[in-house]
């Protein structure tokens, strides 16, 4: 896998501030794009243990709220193993820190239905994010007033929640209800 950048202080991907990782390839080409550049699977640089390294120093201090995976697309097949080993050392390093992942793909009909890659490497990803915001971006429904996506489509979902229901658990309903997350 290759990525197209790394955030140190990023606000804009989810709550409070973020280390974010813009991992290269995506084979949505949604049209308008934030960032039509990192369709290309050789785009940007090599991701390796030294990247991964790099991403757990920056996610050291304590002001850092968590960690997001963009793109690109972070659930393309060939991206999902070395994202999971990175979020295996997220993980182990910082339990208490957020794991937020945007996908082109969406959750039920495409996620978990295991036919993006191997099953065994998706249910594990899963397993480590907190946050999943799911669907193309759709330039006829882009809504600037909305937190932490492009377009209405889109749904910020809880994936704890989701997988131990089996249904699609809002984010926004859970906090709503005042049970409080890790987001
Ligand atoms: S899924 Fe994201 S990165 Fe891929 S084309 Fe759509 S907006 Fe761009």
């Not at 963009?70 to 957020?98: D, M, T, W």
Request: proline fraction near 5%; aromatic fraction near 10%; hydrophobic fraction near 35%.
């Amino acid at each position: 896998m290759n990525y197209a950048n790394i955030k140190n202080c990023d606000i804009a991907n989810g709550p409070g501030v973020r280390v974010s990782l813009f991992v290269s390839g995506c084979t949505h080409h949604c049209k308008g794009c934030f960032n039509e550049v990192a369709w290309d699977f050789a785009y940007g640089e090599a991701f390796t243990q030294q990247t991964i390294d790099k991403i757990l120093k920056l996610l050291e201090p304590t002001y850092i709220r968590g960690l997001t995976l963009l793109g690109g697309e972070p659930f393309e097949p060939q991206n999902q193993e070395p994202i999971v080993k990175l979020l295996r050392q997220v993980k182990a390093k910082y339990p208490e820190k957020s794991i937020w992942a945007f996908s082109g793909y969406l959750f039920d009909r495409d996620i978990l239905s295991g036919k993006l890659g191997k099953p065994e490497i998706t249910e594990e990803y899963l397993s480590y994010l907190d946050v999943l915001v799911d669907g193309p971006f759709i330039e006829e429904k882009k809504d600037l007033s909305l937190r932490f996506r492009g377009s209405s489509n889109q749904r910020l979902i809880n994936v704890p929640e989701s997988l131990k229901t089996g249904s699609v658990v809002l984010w926004e309903d859970w906090q709503g209800n005042g049970r409080g997350i890790k987001g």
